[in-house]
């Protein structure tokens, strides 16, 4: 009765199941450690002590920015340069723009400071100035934003003096130094009053170590692969089971084979097939024939 499973077309069926099963299994298990990282990660950085009261360390030593330097206060000195208005970006709920300056460091390159967050437009927006000659900055590093970070504006278009993303491979076409592959925001006013009307930027947490969205993304996809994987041995049953109950008709007799080439002739019959007599009975009577009569009319 299951001799239909190794004709070709079910050879190619059974082929297909038997990789697409272990595929789905392999990518909902993926998924699962995914998503199960990322809980880790999120119960690491709630014991952890929070960074920003950690202490300060020079630049150079926390880099790269990665999740344990993410936060932590990193120190430079150098002077202010260029100046740099950040739109689309909110705090507390309100709309408005960073104020970011470029401050070039003793080795050439230069460190992305926030130094606060101004409401409104970013255009013809009145800023405090940065303060002039060497300063030290204490700031909390922040890794370089990406297309996915929040506020990130990657549609160009900005007005000069504006970027969308705070980012060394953005920034490195609008100054002619290098820039760090990281930035740092002030956790604090400005002193002297230059920066006094700026509220502090808070320092935001590095990727993929708290529960977000693409956590539950993760653990969604967990379930959709498994059930792909039910889905393909569940279908892989059903059509076994109907071509074997076909199987089993045609062997009972229950639903007749289809017939072939030849049997249309046997099927006709005897009674189908013109004879002689209703072959003249059908063809048409000749006029010059001695029984046609003169009125057309067959002389019986």
């Not at 079910?10 to 990282?37: H, S």
């Not at 977000?212 to 889905?231: H, I, R, S």
């Not at 049953?237 to 007799?253: S, T």
């Amino acid at each position: 009765m299951y001799r239909f499973l190794l004709t070709p077309r079910w050879w190619g069926i059974n082929l297909f199941v038997v990789l697409a099963i272990p595929f789905c299994v392999f990518m909902g298990t993926w998924q699962l450690g995914r998503f199960e990282d990322r809980v880790q990660s999120h119960e690491q950085a709630e014991k952890a002590p929070d960074p920003s009261t950690r202490a300060a360390k020079p630049l150079d030593e926390l880099l790269p920015v990665d999740k344990v330097t993410s936060g932590r206060p990193a120190t430079a000195t150098g002077t202010y340069a260029d100046q740099f208005l950040v739109p689309g970006r909110e705090l507390d709920d309100r709309k408005g723009f960073y104020v970011l300056n470029m401050l070039r460091t003793d080795s050439g390159k230069a460190l992305p400071v926030v130094r606060g967050w101004l409401p409104g437009s970013a255009t013809d927006a009145r800023v405090p100035a940065a303060p002039k000659g060497e300063v030290t900055v204490v700031g909390d590093l922040q890794a370089s934003e990406n297309t996915h970070s929040a506020g990130v504006n990657a549609r160009g278009g900005l007005p000069s003096g504006q970027v969308g993303m705070i980012s060394a491979a953005t920034l490195v076409n609008l100054v002619p130094y290098d820039v760090y592959d990281a930035w740092v925001t002030l956790p604090e006013a400005e002193a002297g009053g230059a920066g006094g009307a700026m509220k502090p930027v808070p320092a935001a947490a590095p990727e993929g170590s708290g529960l977000d969205l693409k956590a539950f993304q993760n653990l969604g996809y967990t379930g959709e692969w498994f059930v792909f994987a039910a889905f393909v041995l569940f279908m892989w049953f059903r059509l076994v089971r109907r071509e074997a109950e076909a199987a089993r008709d045609v062997a009972l007799g229950l639903v007749p084979e289809e017939p072939g080439a030849g049997s249309q002739d046997a099927e006709e019959g005897p009674g189908t097939r013109e004879g002689p007599e209703s072959a003249a009975k059908g063809a048409p009577e000749d006029p010059s024939a001695p029984d046609y009569d003169v009125a057309s009319t067959p002389v019986r």
